[in-house]
């Protein structure tokens, strides 16, 4: 058993290591995508991008379920599953491609503070989705519901509504005006704009994984004048 299970381990860790076909998993983009999956599929799609990969995109109505942790996108790797932009970074760097190696220690620490920003910027395109009163009926629910008959977009529109007020409880949202959303999205594009200083990229003349992400962020907020 113990040499079964070594052979297994050592099977994954080849295969990780070998080149595969990505496939990257969202949601239908017109009909069906809200604000933050919008902005984690362009992010993804932007570091895909700067890493020189060829990649996929498969759209599915039940992207959101695919998976049993329900996050997305995510992206299909060989026999990998892997959700979540820091967890696809992960994964890609594990296959010996990275942006940020060289970076020295200062610098790295200097992109992990952008974590800060990057949540803020979650925090509030899910209030502007789901808390905000016009937002939430007018183009969450009659989007996120759109794909599926009635009652069961009633009902999983009511789900999902029930666990982002729980996650921006926990973080200290829910109680926010939209002027207050609208101030720190200001706040955070100001600290961002400085940081840049002219510059095309936030390290050098290349880009980083925290470009891609910031991307994804300021993207939406352009198109949908934020």
């Known amino acids: 058993m113990p040499n079964a299970l070594l052979n297994d381990s050592r099977n994954l860790e080849l295969e990780a290591q070998e080149p595969q076909t990505i ?5 239908y983009e017109v009909e069906q995508i809200l604000l933050p999956d919008s902005e984690n599929c362009l992010a993804v ?26 996050r997305e996108p995510f992206i299909k790797c060989g026999a ?7 967890s696809i970074v992960s994964f890609i760097r594990n296959k010996g491609i990275s942006l940020s190696n060289h970076l020295s220690p200062i610098g790295k620490a200097d992109m992990r503070a952008y974590t800060v920003v990057n949540n803020i910027f979650v925090n509030a395109e899910l209030y502007i989705c789901w808390i905000d009163e016009i937002t ?8 996120h519901g759109s794909v599926y008959p009635w009652p069961l977009n009633y009902f999983l529109n009511w789900q999902g509504r029930k666990e982002i007020i729980k996650k921006l409880k926990v ?8 002027e207050d959303v609208y ?4 706040m955070c594009c100001g600290a961002l704009s400085k940081r ?29 004048r934020i």
């Open 23 to 27: 496939t990257l998993f969202q949601p």
């Open 45 to 70: 799609q932007a570091y895909l991008k700067i890493c020189g990969l060829e990649f996929q995109i498969e759209l599915r109505s039940n992207a959101e379920y695919m998976l049993p942790s329900g």
């Open 80 to 86: 990998f599953y892997i959700s979540e932009f820091d």
């Open 136 to 143: 939430l009926n007018e183009v969450t629910k009659p989007r």
């Open 171 to 178: 973080h200290g949202w829910y109680n926010k005006t939209l």
């Open 183 to 186: 101030s720190e999205i200001k």
């Open 196 to 224: 840049l200083k002219g510059n095309e990229y936030f390290f050098g003349k290349k880009p980083y994984e925290v470009d891609a992400l910031m991307f994804g962020h300021v993207y939406i907020f352009f198109i949908f």
